[in-house]
């Protein structure tokens, strides 16, 4: 108990709280270029949604074991869910894990990256909507608002792309922004439901249910993993750890912090994206070099309004 009230209080004052949130985007943010070396080393074609799902599967079922072993492991006790979380572990995985990356493949084979990353961002917007509105988790106020469009407008930014043009479908823009929505409804619900429970074992066994799901699912509809190596398992293990790690501090800060303060900081994600896949999939800068500081500078800005005290509306 001592413990948790000194982790609240911490995770609690904006400067850790900022730079935890930064740990988890700097995290999700690598995923980008690493997914794409991974479908390389499994030989996974870009169309194979099935078989994305399925890659995808394996990695949140590792990711929920890494999660609960861990867990275990500083609790000195197995962590088990109670039997009347279930149903909370299992509406969690539903909106967090499921449907979000189900939505997510399937509309990004259907639409160009640059659509799919902006149309993404929107997350940030639904989860302050939901968390004010519906859930009266905390109050609406204008910086709210306009921290989050001045977020928005550096994500579009950093994205723009002259060869971003293309009719608008369900199954690819529209599913993206069901992702987008599932993302944020998932986000309320862990700042719901960690009232009461642990974030770690809600984190840890929704990810391993979820995960569980998918690889059924790939499988079910002709998903298969043809090619495997040690650096395809080890670029896998990887992924599994960032998504442990990220999903499970995100969740924490949740747990002690408004959803907009810390949702908000969700548009650094694909900024990090951006730069890691410079570093690591030897892409060019070109004229992206000046769109990214200004995005960065768009996004800080967004970040320091929404998270600066001010009267509610």
Do not use: H
Request: charged fraction near 10%.
């Amino acid at each position: 108990m001592r413990d948790d009230n000194k982790i609240q209080s911490m995770l609690k004052k904006p400067f850790a709280a900022a730079l935890a949130a930064m740990v988890c985007c700097m995290l999700w943010g690598s995923a980008f270029p690493f997914i794409k070396i991974g479908y390389k080393l499994f030989d996974i074609a870009s169309d194979d949604a099935m078989s994305q799902i399925l890659f995808a599967g394996i990695r949140f079922l590792f990711a929920g074991m890494l999660v609960i072993i861990f867990g275990s492991a500083v609790s000195k006790k197995v962590l088990v869910p109670k039997k009347e979380s279930l149903p909370k572990v299992c509406l969690l995985s539903l909106f967090q894990t499921v449907l979000q990356y189900l939505f997510f493949y399937i509309g990004l084979a259907n639409t160009s990256g640059t659509r799919g990353s902006i149309i993404n961002s929107t997350s940030t917007f639904f989860a302050l909507l939901f968390s004010c509105l519906i859930f009266k988790q905390e109050k609406l106020n204008i910086q709210k608002i306009i921290g989050c469009a001045i977020g928005f407008a550096g994500v579009v930014i950093v994205n723009i792309s002259a060869g971003s043009q293309g009719s608008i479908t369900l199954a690819g823009e529209g599913f993206i922004l069901f992702s987008a929505i599932s993302y944020a409804v998932s986000s309320v619900l862990i700042k719901q439901f960690s009232k009461d429970e642990n974030p770690v074992v809600l984190s840890g066994y929704q990810f391993a249910i979820g995960g569980f799901i998918m690889i059924v699912s790939g499988l079910l509809f002709g998903g298969r993993l043809s090619l495997i190596s040690i650096k395809g398992i080890l670029m896998l293990l990887y992924l599994a750890f960032l998504s442990a790690a990220a999903y499970t501090l995100w969740g924490i800060l949740l747990k002690y912090n408004d959803v907009s303060r810390i949702a908000v900081f969700g548009f650094m994600t694909p900024i990090f994206g951006c730069v890691f896949s410079v570093l690591f999939l030897s892409e060019s800068f070109g004229d992206s070099g000046l769109k990214t500081i200004l995005s960065l500078i768009l996004v800080s800005f967004g970040i320091i309004i929404v998270n600066k005290k001010t009267k509610v509306i």
